[in-house]
């Protein structure tokens, strides 16, 4: 794996900037240090905030719109800003802002994105969808759909990680198979990964953007402050332009780039994984039928399909090797647990 070099770099879009825009002085000075890294396409600047709690910093409005303005002059950059009604829209175009996007809690509200839509209708601007809180990709693509349906033709989507109940360590679970979906079903639109809001924590920024570099995302969004820790929106997930520097500077793309020859190194690999991928299935449908035998068995005797004191051992038994064998424990519970239910389903439709 080679480091991602500046070109390839300059290939990704990469939206750095405040979570909120604090005051003259805090834009002027981030504004001034993100102007001079090539790499960076636009500056996100957050003026309204939506607090998941009331009470806390929300954001100030119209006068950080006349900041950004002046700003956009001096240093020739773009910035783009959250909407989540329809006057923060007026208020953008107003103020000269050609980028807005939808955060988590606007995409997951049908009622909220069409009112936006309204708003966007006839306009130009280019719109950013940040995936809902919730890990349903109808309502991101949902909300992609009414985008088009006003019109709008410049639409980004953007990955910022799943509010769970479990978070896996992370502040939003990133459930990268969620965007995945989103890839699959609309491959026509690009996908950042904002990996601030994922991690949560200034450490997770970089790693995570990594991954996604791996996952050929198409850039991402990221949030830097001048002063991370003064920051008086997501303090501990904020990075100095420093730290973006550096992070720009290490994100390694393996993914996009094809070196000469490597489908050669591949195509042994290859082959042997659908072997393997043959045998498994091979081995599925033998443990379907051998469901079905006793399924039989259990209707003769008079015995329930589910036995549960034999799944607990046979899922101890599995998952102990399993161990043994290094592989993931959730992974292989999941695994097992999608087996065991078609092994119930297909026992259940036996008799
Ligand atoms: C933000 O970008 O600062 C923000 C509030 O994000 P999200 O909508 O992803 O929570
Ligand atoms: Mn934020």
């Known amino acids: 794996m080679q480091p991602i070099s500046v070109d390839r770099i300059m290939e990704k879009t990469i939206i ?23 790499q ?26 006349r900041w950004i303005q002046e700003l956009a002059k001096e240093f020739g950059v773009r910035y783009c800003c959250e909407v989540a009604r329809p006057e923060h829209v007026a208020l953008c175009q107003h103020y000269g802002i050609d980028t807005v996007w939808l955060g988590a809690r606007t995409t997951g509200n049908p009622f909220m ?11 130009k601007m280019a719109v950013l969808a940040k995936n809902p809180t919730s890990p349903d990709v109808r309502l991101w693509l949902g ?9 709008i033709d410049d639409i980004t989507a953007v990955h910022r990680g799943f509010a769970m109940y479990h978070n896996q360590g992370y502040r939003n679970a990133p459930l990268w198979e969620v965007a995945l979906e989103l890839r699959r079903e609309m491959p026509e639109i690009p996908i950042l990964c904002d990996p601030s809001h994922i991690g949560g924590r200034a450490e997770l920024v970089a790693p995570l953007a ?10 991402l969004m990221v949030e830097v402050h001048p002063h991370p820790e ?20 290490v994100i390694r793309d393996s993914a ?3 070196p000469a020859g490597s489908d050669q190194h591949l195509a042994p690999l290859r082959e042997e994984i659908d072997t393997v991928d043959h045998e498994m299935l091979t081995l599925l449908a033998r443990r379907m039928e051998l469901s079905r035998q ?15 004191k034999r799944w607990e051992a046979v899922m101890n038994d599995r998952l102990r090797l399993a161990h043994e064998m290094g592989l993931d424990e959730n992974f292989t519970k999941e695994l097992l647990e999608k087996i065991h239910a078609e092994s119930v389903r297909v026992q259940l439709e036996t008799h």
């Open 210 to 219: 990594q991954a996604a570099m791996q996952l050929d995302y198409d850039g």
């Open 40 to 65: 960076v396409t636009m500056i996100r600047a957050g003026v309204w905030k939506p607090r998941t709690r009331p009470g806390a910093f929300e954001g100030l409005g119209e006068p950080a719109l």
């Open 143 to 151: 909300a992609i759909e009414r985008l088009r349906a006003a019109g």
């Open 256 to 258: 996009t780039s094809q």
């Open 230 to 249: 003064a920051a008086l929106t997501d303090t501990k997930q904020q990075i100095d332009p420093a730290a973006l520097a550096a992070l720009l500077s």
């Open 294 to 308: 006793i399924a039989a068995v259990k209707h003769e005797q008079g015995m329930a399909v589910y036995q549960s």
């Open 113 to 123: 994105v069409e009112e936006l839509c309204q708003a966007l209708r006839g306009s």
């Open 16 to 38: 750095a900037g405040p979570c909120s825009v604090e005051s003259r002085e805090q834009l002027r000075e981030v504004t001034a240090a993100l102007s001079r890294m090539p």
